[in-house]
C-alpha cells in the first residue's frame, strides 16, 4: 500500500506542475493532494502544521492566480478581451513549444484588446504587457508551489 501511495502522490504532484503551465489543471491543489497521499504512506511524517500551513499557501497561491491577471491588465491600462486573449493565448501556444508558451499569452492579449476593444496599438501593447506580467507571476507562484511540493515528494521518497 505505501508504494501505491508513493506512485500516486508522485503523479499527482508531477500533474500538479504541468497543472502549473495549463490553465485547465489546477496545479497547486493537485501538488498539495500528492503531498498529502505521501503523508499518509511509511515514507513520510509530515506534521499537521506543515500539511496545514502548505494548504493555505496552496490557496493562497490559487486565488491569486486568478487575480494577479486581472490587476495587471487593469493596471496597465486594460480590459477583459485582454486576460481572456492571454489564456487563449496560452492554450494555442502550447503547442508551439517553450516559444509559444511565452509569446502566446502576450500576443492573445494584444490581439484580444485589439480585436474586441478596437484600442490604439500603443494602448493596446501596454495592456497586452500588463497581462502578460500578471500571467507570468501567477505561473510563477504555481510553479514555485508546484517545486516545494516536488522537493518534499522527492525528500520523503527517495532520502
Given amino acids: ?7 500516486f502522490g508522485g503523479i499527482f504532484v508531477f500533474v500538479g506542475i504541468l497543472g502549473s503551465l495549463l490553465p485547465v489543471i489546477p496545479g497547486p491543489p493537485l501538488s498539495w493532494v500528492g503531498l498529502l497521499l505521501i503523508h499518509f504512506s511509511a515514507y513520510a511524517d509530515f506534521t499537521t502544521t506543515f500539511l496545514v500551513v ?8 490559487t486565488v491569486l492566480d486568478y487575480f494577479i491577471p486581472i490587476w495587471g491588465t487593469k493596471r ?3 480590459s477583459r478581451a485582454g486576460v481572456v486573449g492571454s489564456t487563449v493565448g496560452l492554450v494555442v501556444g502550447l503547442f508551439f513549444g517553450p516559444i509559444g508558451i511565452i509569446l502566446g499569452p502576450f ?3 494584444l ?10 496599438t500603443k494602448k493596446a501593447l501596454r495592456s497586452a504587457t500588463g497581462s502578460f506580467a500578471g500571467f507570468l507571476l501567477g ?3 504555481k510553479l514555485i508551489y508546484g517545486g516545494f511540493a516536488a ?4 525528500k520523503a521518497v527517495f532520502f
Fill in 1 to 7: 500500500m505505501d508504494i501505491a501511495l508513493a506512485i
Fill in 54 to 61: 502548505s494548504a493555505v499557501v496552496m490557496v493562497a497561491v
Fill in 76 to 78: 496597465f491600462g486594460g
Fill in 107 to 109: 500576443l492573445g492579449a
Fill in 111 to 120: 490581439i484580444g484588446e485589439l480585436a474586441v476593444n478596437q484600442k490604439e
Fill in 139 to 141: 505561473t510563477g507562484l
Fill in 151 to 154: 522537493w518534499y515528494y522527492v
